[in-house]
């Protein structure tokens, strides 16, 4: 009996010691990995960094960010038109996207029946797998001809109707993380508001839509950065020209649409090269800008 008692104590040591080496190795193979994603993502920034930095050996930074003449075949390269249209690009849809997305959020976590609710999110998840390749070419059918129907002066392609097809692109993210952080917001301020006598609409508006706007600002922030890198629907229809506009009815380009046009026409060590790695460059500082500050907004969430 003492024999056997013995021979099972050895036995569940064996197996404590076997889970503890499983455990300690697990723990250091997701350290490896971990590591390794930052390893890699350090590796890109150095590498589009290093041959950005490059394009300023034969173009003065001045020259390159403020001219708005881009020929490489007559060795100019201004970006001006590109981040330009990036800017204006980006600014509208997010903005156009914002509105659509919070009044949405708002209706599903505060006023939608509950069968209505679950339509909607399913079409928001529906919406995260089209393909952007898809809305580019509803863009290019629907939006551009209507665009040239309703001004006839105008060619159709252009900011507008890219900022129309970015803007029902970065819905879903709005109107997930805004309802998300509406929805979590407290239940006693909405009931210290409709005790105080406030309406629902009064209540969603002035208590509940501030309590939640750390969540919703990260909404925005991380659906402009999406904005900001969307390439083949824009692509599509807005036109595609190196020319700094003065009306959202003007074709122009973007520093991703730039990207992808001359990629495949330069030689890798070319001034032409450096100059779309120097663009590329450009799009990750302001990737990485933007995450910081969700990071920001988020931590001070988390504190109030």
């Keep these: 009996m003492q024999e056997s008692l013995l021979s099972q104590r050895v036995i569940n040591k064996r197996r404590t010691n076997i889970s503890k080496v499983l455990d300690i190795s697990m723990k250091y193979l997701l350290l490896a990995i971990s590591l390794l994603t930052v390893i890699i993502i350090i590796s890109i920034v150095y590498f589009v960094s290093k041959n950005g930095i ?28 590109f981040w330009r249209g990036t800017l204006i690009l980006t600014i509208l849809a997010t903005f156009l996207g914002s509105l659509l997305g919070i009044l949405c959020a708002i209706f599903i976590s505060k006023l939608a029946p509950k069968g209505i609710k679950h339509l909607i999110k399913m079409a928001v998840d529906v919406f995260v797998g089209i393909p952007s390749v898809v809305y580019g ?44 952080s509406i929805s979590s917001v407290d239940k006693a301020y909405e009931e210290a ?36 890198g969307e390439t083949m629907a824009v ?70």
């Design 54 to 81: 490059k394009v300023f050996d034969d173009i003065t930074v001045t020259g390159f960010f403020t001219s708005d003449y881009w020929a490489p075949d007559e060795g100019e390269f201004g970006i001006l038109a």
């Design 137 to 180: 070419f509803i863009g290019l059918t629907v939006f551009v001809p209507l665009v040239r129907k309703i001004f006839p002066q105008s060619s159709g392609f252009g900011i507008l109707p890219a900022a129309v097809i970015l803007s029902i692109m970065i819905l879903p993210t709005i109107i997930s993380i805004s309802e998300n």
């Design 193 to 228: 508001s409709y005790a105080l006598g406030a309406t629902k609409i009064q209540t969603i508006f002035s208590v509940i839509l501030p309590a939640a706007l750390p969540g919703v600002i990260s909404g925005v922030i991380l659906a402009m950065a999406r904005a900001l």
């Design 235 to 304: 692509q599509m229809v807005i036109g595609n020209t190196p020319q700094v506009v003065n009306s959202l009815l003007e074709p122009t380009i973007t520093l991703t649409t730039g990207i992808v046009m001359d990629m495949g026409s330069t030689e890798y060590g070319s001034t032409w090269s450096n100059a779309l790695f120097m663009m590329a460059t450009l799009l990750l500082v302001i990737s990485i800008i933007l995450i910081l500050i969700v990071r920001t907004v988020q931590r001070r969430k988390i504190n109030l």
